[in-house]
């Protein structure tokens, strides 16, 4: 096996008397997509704004590179090289793609905003990702459809070269053409060696994308399975109960209190 | 395009023949003025403003006044191809995952998909179900149909009608996939191997251009090779393509390999070869194998003596495939173009000592692919552009 890139340990986390993360241990390993699955309300999106440095955490570990680390803040965690998309909040309306790809990073020259360079990396970001769906960097992402401003959003992710991508519901907006370019792109990411975790309701995105799937039941981990050894009827029983035959949490009536 | 008819050439088949040359090169080389279309398809310029004309009428090219001039005198107007004018479907299928995009006029992929087939054991049918059910939104989201379909297979192809006779990697035998696909799609349908094609784009539009004697060795799961000589695609017995280079025995008694042998190369140099050599699970997941290699690389020097036994494994096939093709540049495609940039150059030193044909080219060059896990797909791409621009 491969050392993974984050690794959580024993995360806890509460909203005052709601314990929303129990003991929860994740591994995210470059070049897999790990798929967090859950019911509504398990912490899945918690999770991943614990990672992303939008929520502290109460207790336990958060390994990157195998060194520990505290993230604070957003920024700090861009800067470790943890890129988060999320469903729709991502880009900014009124702003163009190479402003929003650069957006609170952007390049400076004698004082100056450096458009040339910042535009000709975004460019280039978009074509190594095979991206010609968009005309032009300079369209503003209002004119964009979901689709394309999702892709404009991941690719934010290759252009700072990020090391780890958690992607929160990135298709739930989305139409059937729209979900399999997204699907595609994320699977590209991972073959380029990324960390990639994402957080879906669709089981069928998940079995395509996926190489393991963590699913989180009423804030604990169920299971962390690789996905070719578990079924659909496994997950769905995994994420529905926490338990599925010998898979899952062992006694989930008492992890539900 | 060459015919070898015994009657005389009228002059429509001249211009058709001059008109699809035309294409071919705007498709290959991308936008070219005028003045340097004439010069290099040796036609006068007004036979040249004909035939871009009637281009522009089907809209398959646009004229424009260059950006930038070049010289005294008025510009000649640049001509750009239309992706959109003529779009093609290209199929990769792999062992482990499946991929498809419609690509236009010069190569450009204007949309895409792809999926896992799962465990490697994808039914012939499941992976034509997936297909039929992805082309659809496809197609709908670029709102242009494609003309004619590529096919890219790791196996062994029948190129008349696309029948796979063996994909062993796939565990496919006698499937008739080329069949099925132009009966539902009502496209013609062309097929090729996978390491054939990757040749082919790698020729066309990556790592290979300009350079007319060329191996393309892949590895994804399997080991293939293609092989470019004097520019075209090497072709054996009853039109099979020439390069499963994977299965040339290069350890005797070594370890079985799934076609029935045992220690073909493909057993010391392929995926499950690298991930040992990488120390890292044999199943592990392409991504996986990718980030090893990039940490090793910028590891340094130390920690790419792990590699060692594989790129001696690698140099002595390379040394015997240089031997027998004798080309100038082989190209290291899909995992292989991962492999950092000091064990490639070792490799390339070690064929350039070992191999005499090497030696006699001043060093046959070895480079990494330019289009990576991408050459399969466009070249599945340029099978297709093959008719439909010939036949414009």
Redesign the interface.
């Known amino acids: 096996?491969?050392e993974p890139?984050l690794e959580l340990r024993g995360v806890n986390k509460s909203f005052g008397p709601v314990h929303v993360l129990h003991d929860v241990d994740l591994t995210v390993?470059?070049?897999?997509?790990t798929a967090l699955v859950g019911d509504n309300g398990a912490g899945k999106s918690t999770l991943v704004k614990a990672i992303a440095g939008i929520h502290g955490t109460d207790s336990g570990e958060v390994l990157f590179n195998g060194k520990p680390v505290h993230i604070h803040n957003p920024r700090e965690a861009a800067a470790l090289g943890i890129e988060v998309v999320y469903q729709d909040l991502a880009l900014a309306d009124n702003l163009d793609i190479v402003q929003n790809m650069f957006l609170g990073r952007e390049r400076v020259k004698n004082g100056l905003l450096d458009e040339a360079s910042m535009e000709l990396d975004a460019r280039k970001t978009l074509a190594s990702l095979?991206v010609?769906?968009v005309k032009s960097v300079r369209t503003p992402v209002s004119s964009l459809s979901g689709g394309q401003r999702q892709t404009v959003a991941i690719a934010k992710a290759v252009l700072w070269n990020s090391k780890v991508v958690l992607l929160d519901e990135p298709t739930a907006a989305l139409g059937?053409?729209?979900t399999?370019?997204v699907?595609?792109l994320v699977?590209?990411l991972?073959?380029?060696?990324?960390?990639v975790v994402l957080i879906s309701h669709n089981m069928n995105d998940v079995?395509?994308?996926a190489?393991r799937i963590a699913v989180l039941y009423l804030g604990r981990l169920a299971a962390d399975v690789a996905t070719?050894d578990v079924t659909n009827n496994q997950v769905v029983e995994l994420i529905t109960a926490g338990r599925s035959g010998e898979l899952g949490l062992a006694r989930p009536e008492v992890a539900a209190v | 395009m060459t015919t070898t008819s015994t009657s005389g050439t009228r002059p429509d088949d001249v211009r058709r023949h001059n008109r699809a040359a035309l294409l071919r090169r705007l498709h290959v080389d991308g936008p070219s003025t005028r003045a340097s279309l004439a010069t290099a398809l040796g036609l006068n310029r007004s036979t040249i403003k004909a035939l871009v004309d009637g281009l522009a009428e089907d809209g398959v090219v646009e004229e424009r006044v260059p950006a930038q001039r070049s010289g005294a005198g008025r510009p000649s107007l640049l001509v750009l191809p239309q992706p959109q004018a003529a779009v093609v479907l290209a199929i990769d299928i792999r062992v482990e995952r499946a991929a498809m995009a419609l690509v236009g006029i010069g190569g450009q992929i204007l949309g895409r998909d792809s999926w896992r087939v799962r465990g490697g054991h994808g039914e012939p049918t499941e992976v034509f179900t997936k297909i039929m059910d992805y082309v659809g939104p496809l197609v709908a989201e670029q709102e242009v149909g494609p003309v004619a379909i590529g096919v890219s297979v790791p196996g062994v192809v029948r190129h008349s009608d696309g029948y796979v006779h063996e994909a062993p990697n796939l565990h496919w035998t006698d499937v008739p996939l080329g069949g099925w696909l132009s009966h539902a799609l009502k496209l013609p349908v062309h097929m090729g191997n996978d390491a054939e094609l990757g040749a082919l784009a790698e020729h066309l539009r990556g790592a290979a251009r300009r350079h007319d004697d060329v191996v393309y060795i892949s590895a994804d799961v399997g080991v293939g090779g293609g092989v470019i000589s004097n520019g075209l695609s090497m072709r054996g017995a009853g039109g099979h393509h020439i390069g499963e280079v994977g299965h040339m025995v290069v350890k005797p008694g070594g370890r079985p390999c799934y076609c029935g042998s045992r220690g073909c190369w493909e057993t010391e140099i392929g995926e499950r070869a690298l991930c040992r050599a990488l120390g890292i699970d044999e199943d592990s997941p392409v991504g996986a194998i990718v980030a090893e290699l990039r940490a090793l690389g910028e590891a340094g020097d130390e920690a790419l003596a792990r590699l060692d036994e594989f790129v001696e494994w690698l140099a002595l096939g390379l040394g015997n495939v240089v031997n027998l093709l004798c080309p100038q540049l082989v190209v290291l495609g899909d995992l292989f173009s991962a492999l950092p940039a000091p064990v490639v150059g070792k490799v390339e030193q070690i064929v350039r000592e070992r191999s005499l044909v090497s030696r006699a080219l001043g060093g046959t060059r070895v480079c990494t692919s330019a289009l990576g896990t991408d050459a399969k797909l466009l070249g599945a791409a340029e099978l297709a552009f093959e008719t439909v621009l010939s036949d414009w």
């Open positions: 096996m491969n890139i390993r470059p070049g897999e997509v095979s010609r769906t059937v053409a729209q399999r370019q699907l595609d699977r590209r991972a073959e380029q060696g990324l960390g079995f395509e994308v190489d070719k």
